[in-house]
C-alpha cells in the first residue's frame, strides 16, 4: 500500500497563473507534512511545512492539510518559470527519529 | 546560512568494492539521516541516527549497509560490497529537534 502518492504529471500551467499540487496519504503518514522541490539532479529544498488542518501561507506558497480526507495541497500563486522543477511531498509519522516518506513528484512546468 | 555539506559530489566505483560517503551535517543539529533516490524514482529513507546510534532503518538498510559519526563533525555512510543496484543519488539530511529535515547537495554513486 503506497503511503504517500502523487500525481506525477507534468502538470502545465501558464505564467502568472495558480499551480495547485496534490498529495495523499496513508494512516501510517499521518503527523507532519512538507513539500520540497527538487531541480533535476539536484537536492530536495523545504518550500513548506504543515503540521496541523487548515492553511498555512508563505509568500507565494499556501500548504493546506485536510486530515479528515488525508489530503495535502500546495498551491502556487504568480508561477514564474524559475518554479517548474519536481515539487515532493513528505510525511512522517511522528517521533523525533522517524524518516520521511516521499511520494513520487510532481513535475511542475510553468509556460512563459 | 548554515548547510548540510556532502563529498565527493560524484563517485564511481566497481561492484565488490567498499565505498564511504561522507557528510557534515548542520553543526547544532542532533538527528541525521541517509536517503537515496535512484534515477527517476522517489527518494528512499535508509536509516536515521540520534545520540550516536541507529534509530531507525528501513528495509533497504541490510548488513552491507552501516553509519558513523567518528567525530563531532562527520556523518558516514559505508557500503562494504557494493551492487549495481546500489547505483544511486545519496542525500545526508539533518535536522535539530521535531522540525524540518535539511537535504545535502547529494553523492552521485556510480557502480559498474
Known amino acids: 500500500q503506497k503511503e504517500v502518492e502523487q500525481n506525477s504529471g507534468p502538470l502545465s500551467v501558464p505564467e502568472g497563473a495558480i499551480a495547485s499540487l496534490n498529495c495523499t496519504y496513508s494512516?501510517?503518514?499521518?503527523?507532519?507534512f512538507f513539500w520540497y522541490r527538487q531541480y533535476s539532479g539536484k537536492s530536495p529544498e523545504l518550500i513548506m511545512s504543515?503540521?496541523?488542518?487548515g492553511d498555512k501561507e508563505d509568500g507565494r506558497f499556501t500548504a493546506q492539510l485536510n486530515k479528515a480526507s488525508q489530503y495535502v495541497s500546495l498551491l502556487i500563486r504568480d508561477s514564474q518559470p524559475s518554479d517548474s522543477a519536481t515539487y515532493l511531498c513528505?510525511?512522517?509519522?511522528?517521533?523525533?527519529?522517524?524518516?520521511?516518506?516521499f511520494g513520487k513528484g510532481t513535475h511542475l512546468i510553468i509556460q512563459p | 546560512e548554515p548547510e548540510v555539506t556532502q563529498t565527493p559530489s560524484h563517485q564511481v566505483t566497481q561492484m565488490g568494492q567498499e565505498v564511504i560517503l561522507r557528510c557534515v551535517p548542520i553543526?547544532?543539529?542532533?538527528?541525521f539521516y541517509w536517503y537515496r533516490q535512484i534515477l527517476g524514482q522517489k527518494v528512499e529513507f535508509l536509516v536515521s541516527?540520534?545520540?550516536?546510534?541507529?534509530?531507525?532503518k528501513s528495509e533497504i538498510f541490510d548488513d552491507q549497509f552501516s553509519v558513523e559519526r567518528p567525530d563531532g563533525s562527520n556523518f558516514t555512510l559505508k557500503i562494504r560490497s557494493t551492487k549495481l543496484e546500489d547505483s544511486a543519488m545519496y542525500f545526508c539530511?539533518?535536522?535539530?529537534?521535531?522540525?524540518?529535515?535539511?537535504f545535502g547537495p547529494g553523492t552521485r554513486l556510480l557502480v559498474l
Open positions: 539530511a539533518s535536522k535539530r529537534y521535531q522540525e524540518t529535515q535539511y
Open positions: 494512516d501510517r503518514v499521518s503527523q507532519s
Open positions: 504543515i503540521y496541523s488542518n
Open positions: 513528505a510525511g512522517y509519522s511522528g517521533g523525533g527519529a522517524d524518516g520521511l516518506t
Open positions: 553543526s547544532n543539529h542532533l538527528y
Open positions: 541516527f540520534y545520540n550516536n546510534e541507529i534509530s531507525e
